[in-house]
């Protein structure tokens, strides 16, 4: 059940049902809901991704994986192999520092990503750039 601790009357429902699991020693999970990323974060990480792979070469999915590989927690062990996490499970937290890992890591290789707001004052002419390369992507 997803309650809004906001919400008085959420909150004295939240409790009381804490009350009862504890009551009756239940194994419980307690889990924050986070907001989920915004559409226009996602589409600026595709630009940044789009924008990297248009410079070293890969196409769109293959960039994307490879910064999941080299990024730490965009990676996760299960029986002994390695599985990558879908941005569509990242929060609005993660899915800001995964866009700033992949400016940051782009830069080292000389190789400049807009921020959110050059690409809004630009996008016309960044959106033109990844449709003429759109081929390769």
């Keep these: 059940m997803i309650y809004d601790l906001s919400n008085q009357i959420d909150k004295n429902k939240a409790s009381y049902k804490l009350d009862q699991l504890i009551k009756n020693d239940k194994v419980i ?3 924050e809901k986070r907001k989920s990323k915004t559409v226009p974060q996602l589409k600026y990480l595709h630009v940044c991704i789009d924008l990297y792979a248009i410079e070293s070469g890969y196409t769109r999915e293959e960039q994307k994986i490879e910064l999941k590989r080299i990024c730490p927690w965009m990676r996760y062990e299960k029986n002994g192999s390695i599985f990558l996490i879908s941005c569509a499970n990242l929060d609005t937290e ?3 520092d ?4 992949v400016r940051t890591k782009a830069g080292l290789y000389g ?3 807009p921020t959110s707001e050059e690409y809004i004052a630009n996008k016309i002419n960044i959106d033109k ?5 759109k081929l390769y992507l």
């Design 94 to 96: 993660l899915m800001t």
């Design 129 to 133: 750039e990844i449709i003429r390369n």
């Design 98 to 101: 995964f866009i700033d890992f």
């Design 29 to 31: 999970e307690l889990t």
């Design 111 to 113: 190789i400049y990503i």
